[in-house]
């Protein structure tokens, strides 16, 4: 319940009220009926099942991350394939994957710490676009992956290695609970994560 205190207190002194369409509610199986109606009646908002999404995201990460993030890869498979069909110079491939492809993942990647083999799954097919495999068939790799995600002015072509892209983004999350902590987003993570120390402090788990 602080949080929904904080919820409050934050609409009270901003001026700012959420928007009733555009918030859910999660419960855990733990939460008693009483609580689930009175949080209710006080957002006035719709209640999501754990199978569900919000804004694209999953609004429940259970033991297996791979298959809750299996539609990341999806996404970005069916983006590919499509273009695969096409004949595209390197410089409309390079455009396609640096502002669609590897773009998809991002929003996901600023919430979540996505499986290392996600990462590498996602980047395989990114790969394999690049140097022109269609299904199974095997192509030449000219160059490893790893030289070709450095800066241009140091040989490479400047792909995103996703694993450290995922990392970065979420220390720019770290970053603003630490230096922006009279935030809402600040104020709601520290009452449920860390409320007796700070974030740098915090316990993982």
């Not at 498979?77 to 273009?83: E, H, L, Q, R, Y």
Request: hydrophobic share 40%; aromatic share 10%.
């Amino acid at each position: 319940m602080e949080i929904l205190r904080i919820l409050k207190v934050y609409e009270v002194s901003s001026g700012q009220q959420l928007n009733c369409h555009k918030t859910s509610l999660f419960f855990s199986p733990n939460s008693d009926n009483g609580t689930k109606e009175r949080v209710k009646m006080m957002f006035g908002a719709q209640v999501i099942k754990p199978h569900e999404a919000y804004l694209s995201l999953p609004s429940l990460v259970g033991r297996s991350k791979n298959n809750t993030f299996a539609q990341l890869k999806q996404r970005v498979a069916n983006k590919v394939s499509g273009w695969k069909e096409k004949i595209l110079t390197p410089a409309r491939k390079e455009v396609l994957i640096k502002s669609v492809a590897q773009a998809v993942p991002s929003y996901t990647m600023s919430c979540f710490l996505l499986p290392k083999n996600l990462c590498d799954e996602l980047t395989r097919v990114i790969r394999q676009f690049w140097w022109g495999q269609i299904g199974n068939e095997k192509k030449i790799a000219w160059l490893i992956w790893d030289l070709m995600c450095k800066p241009k002015d140091t040989g490479g072509l400047g792909f995103r290695e996703l694993r450290s892209f995922n990392l970065a983004l979420l220390a720019k999350q770290g970053w603003r609970l630490q230096t922006n902590s009279n935030s809402l987003f600040s104020q709601v993570y520290k009452a449920k994560y860390f409320p007796h120390c700070s974030f740098a402090e915090a316990k993982i788990g």
